[in-house]
């Protein structure tokens, strides 16, 4: 079993930058892929980022892609989302997913632990 902490939500204006921070517990995530998920009210939960269990291979959505970046530090069991010229569209609940597999995916029905999500909120 694995236990995510998401952290490093806030408020933030538009440009500007936040680093979410994902601790697992219970389990070292050193052979699992690891996700990033976003969900904005009345929207379904969409992937954001995923990097690989070591670092190797790594996906981005297209809305984010030159503007997010997804790092792992398997030392610590953390994974990081640091995000930059944030928008207000980028306003979401942000959930860490980790699967049990060395790959990552896109489909969030491949992830078998998540978080309890962290609120980032982007003003105009």
């Known amino acids: 079993q694995v236990q995510l902490v998401e952290s490093g939500g806030g408020l933030v204006q538009a440009g500007g930058s936040l680093r979410l921070s994902c601790a697992a517990s219970?389990?070292?995530?050193?052979?699992?892929?690891m996700g990033w998920f976003r969900q904005a009210p009345g929207n379904e939960r969409e992937f954001v980022a995923a990097?690989?269990?070591?670092?190797?291979?790594?996906y981005y959505a297209d809305s984010v892609k030159g503007r997010f970046t997804i790092s792992r530090d398997n030392a610590k069991n953390t994974v990081y989302l640091q995000m930059n010229s944030l928008k207000p569209e980028d306003t979401a609940v942000y959930y860490c997913a980790a699967r049990r597999f060395i790959l990552p995916n896109r489909a969030k029905s491949d992830y078998d632990y998540w978080g309890q999500g962290t609120q980032v909120t982007v003003s105009s």
């Open positions: 990097i690989s269990w070591n670092g190797g291979t790594i």
């Open positions: 219970g389990r070292t995530l050193s052979s699992t892929a």
